[in-house]
């Protein structure tokens, strides 16, 4: 064996191994990026969908440091093969269904994933043997402190769940820590307020507004319809937070930890800053339904409230209290502003926006010219 050959074998050896659940979501992207720099061995678990193209990832896809597996947060089995065949150091709980508005429409289907899921992740790592090795990260979040009992929210804060998804993710938080406690297993749980980029999924409040903002800026649509306008939420960056993830599962001693920017904003002032980037300036009129935000310049309605988009409850206060990660993690809260992260988004969305309407442009002349040769 020649020198490179063994210096290529004792780095494989060294390689630590993950598994990320949830690897073709927002956090998923981003945090498959950060363990790859870092030299990992990632593993993700992906669901069999109708169509496989999977956007955030697919650039990492043929790069032989990072491999795909088929799997559910529903089916034990598929969990208890991945995890026995990879043995991982660590694991990356991200799989949920996000949106808390669909846990609404979906409930029986979020608490399956969300909370029985969490369960499943656990009981797969005993199974497998590798319970006294592996590390394991549960994506808790903001949403447990609901409707709030105090403001900021730290990891004090008494939870007060306030959606079908808030309730599931309850159960995830509680039994993690579980088994923290029971098994001495090292798990942690990042409660983790809102974080937002150019990867949200695009029914997510930030993104379907920036994108909005980009579409009317470029003539593609009339008018935005959202609908609580006054809810306050602590936005970050979510390439900042992923960082923060594996942080947790570098400490000595597992611990569940807030992060967040510590700083609040209503939707309605995420919406004025993204129109500005977009060159709109907005005011808002009435209240309520009848709120409506208008171009200052032409007076135009861009902004409508629906009732469409009302919770049946409604989380409206979120405010975090990161000390704790700050002192103990190292944390930067303020690594992106909030400005910074509205900007960024506009700016990517103004891009995709444009190619959108190139191809189109390019689609209708096609058309036109095929119509005229008939
Ligand atoms: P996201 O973009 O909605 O991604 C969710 C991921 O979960 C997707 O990869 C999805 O796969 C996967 N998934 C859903 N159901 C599954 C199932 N039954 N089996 C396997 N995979 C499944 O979410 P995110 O924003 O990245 O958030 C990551 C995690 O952090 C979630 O657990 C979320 O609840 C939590 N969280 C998010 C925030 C935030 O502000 N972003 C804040 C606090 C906590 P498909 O591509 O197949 O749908
Ligand atoms: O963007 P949202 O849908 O995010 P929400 O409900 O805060 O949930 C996200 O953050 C949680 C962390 O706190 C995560 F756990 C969760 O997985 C997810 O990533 O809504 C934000 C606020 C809500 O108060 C909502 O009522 O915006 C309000 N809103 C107003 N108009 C809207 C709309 N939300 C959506 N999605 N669409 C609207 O048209």
Redesign the pocket.
Known sequence: MNNKMKKELDKNKKRKKCII????????SFLSELLLEKGYEVHG???R?STDFRERIAHLENRDDFHLHY????DSLSLVHIIGMVGPDEIYN??????VQVSFDEPEFTAD??AM?VLRILEAVRLTGVDKTCRIYQ?????LYGRVEEVPQSETTPFHPYSPYAVA?QYGFWIAKEYREAYDMYVCNGI?????SER??ESFVTRKITLSACRIAQGKQDKLFLGNLSSFRDWGY?KDYVECMWLMLQQETPDDYVIATGEQHTVREFATLAFHFVGIELEFKGEGVDEKGYDKDTGKILIEVSEEFYRPTDVVNLLGDPSNAKENLGWNPRNTSFEQLVKLMVEHDMESIAVEKEKEHIRTNVVEHLERTR
């Not at 799997?71 to 529903?74: F, N, S």
């Not at 991200?94 to 949106?99: E, G, I, M, P």
């Not at 983790?192 to 937002?196: R, S």
């Open positions: 659940t949830g690897v073709t979501g927002q956090d998923g678990v992906i669901r969908s799997g559910d947060m529903t991200l799989a949920a269904q996000s949106h994933v969300d899921g994506a808790s979040t903001s949403e993710k983790l307020f809102n974080h937002e949200r999924g979510a």
